[in-house]
C-alpha cells in the first residue's frame, strides 16, 4: 500500500471534521482508562501473585516500568504504586541470586510511589509504612566500581550496600537515594537531593549532597523554626486504600 493509499485509508486530526474528532478522541479516552483499569495489577492477579508478597488494596499502576524479580519483593496494604515505576531485583531478569532472607525489596503500608520512580535493588531496600515519594525518584542499594582501570566501569562488578527508608517520611521530586543511605522516621526530603549516609528522625535534609537542614528536637520544637505553620482547618486526610480505577491516573 502506498503513501497516496495509505492517506486514504487514514485521516490525520487536522482532516477531522470537529464532531469526527471529538468522538475520536472520546473514544481514546475511554479505551486507555479501561486499559488502565483493567490493567494496573492487584495481589489477587497473576502478575501480582508473581511478588513475594502484595497486600489487599496495593495495587501497581498501567502502564508499568520494567519489573522484574517479583519473587524478592514484598508490598504491603493499601500501597499505590504510580504508572511507569520500575521494580528490578538484581541485574537481569536470569541472575541467580542468593537471598538468604528471601526478600530484597520491601515496601510497607500506604505507601505511594510516584510516577516515573526507580527502585532498583540487589541487596537491600527497607520502604517503612507511609511512605510517599514524588515522581522520578530513584532508589538504588548498589552501584559499578571501578577500582580496576583496565575494565570499563559499567562492566565491574557492582558494590552494594542496604538501604532504609523510614516510615512516615516523604521524598520530593527528582531524589536519588544511592547505597547506604538509612533515612529515619519522618524525614522530608527536598527535590532534587542526593542522599547517602545516616539521617535522625523528624527532620529535613536538602542538597547534593544531602545534609540537615532543618530538625525537631524535644522541647525546643523545630529549628531552625518553620517559616509558616500550615493547618489543616477541613480535617482533610488521605484514603487508606486506594480503588483499583485510581492506580491508573497517580497523582503523585
Do not use: K
Not at 514484598?74 to 536470569?94: E, F, K, N, Q
Not at 570499563?152 to 557492582?158: E, L, N, S, V
Not at 519522618?186 to 542538597?207: K, N
Request: aromatic share 6%; charged share 15%; proline share 11%.
Amino acid at each position: 500500500m502506498g503513501p497516496d493509499s495509505y492517506g486514504a485509508v487514514v485521516s490525520l486530526p487536522s482532516q477531522l471534521s470537529r464532531g469526527g474528532r471529538a468522538m475520536a478522541g472520546a473514544a481514546v479516552h475511554r479505551a486507555w482508562r479501561f486499559a488502565a483499569d483493567v490493567g494496573a495489577v492487584g495481589p489477587d492477579d497473576a502478575r501480582g501473585r508473581r511478588f513475594a508478597a502484595m497486600g489487599p488494596g496495593s495495587y501497581i499502576a498501567f502502564p508499568p516500568g520494567p519489573v522484574f524479580g517479583e519473587r524478592f519483593v514484598r508490598i504491603g496494604c493499601a500501597t499505590l504504586i504510580g504508572p511507569y515505576v520500575s521494580l528490578a531485583v538484581g541485574m537481569s531478569p536470569d541472575e541467580p541470586l542468593q537471598v538468604p532472607g528471601g526478600i530484597v525489596v520491601s515496601i510497607g503500608d500506604r505507601c505511594e510511589i510516584g510516577r516515573g520512580s526507580a527502585i532498583v535493588a540487589r541487596c537491600s531496600v527497607e520502604i517503612g509504612d507511609d511512605v510517599t515519594t514524588a515522581p522520578n525518584v530513584y532508589i538504588t542499594d548498589h552501584n559499578h566500581s571501578y577500582q580496576d582501570l583496565d575494565v570499563p566501569i559499567a562492566r565491574q562488578w557492582p558494590d552494594a550496600e542496604p538501604v532504609r527508608i523510614g516510615s512516615g517520611s516523604w521524598l520530593g521530586t527528582g531524589v536519588v537515594v544511592l547505597p547506604g543511605a538509612d533515612i529515619g522516621h519522618h524525614v522530608a526530603v527536598a527535590a532534587g537531593s542526593v542522599v547517602r549516609g545516616a539521617f535522625p528522625d523528624h527532620c529535613v535534609i536538602a542538597g547534593t549532597p544531602a545534609r540537615v537542614v532543618r530538625r525537631h528536637i524535644p522541647g525546643r520544637g523545630w529549628v531552625p523554626p518553620l517559616r509558616r505553620p500550615v493547618e489543616n482547618p477541613m480535617g482533610w486526610a488521605p484514603t487508606s486504600a486506594p480503588a483499583p480505577s485510581s492506580a491508573a491516573p497517580a497523582p503523585i
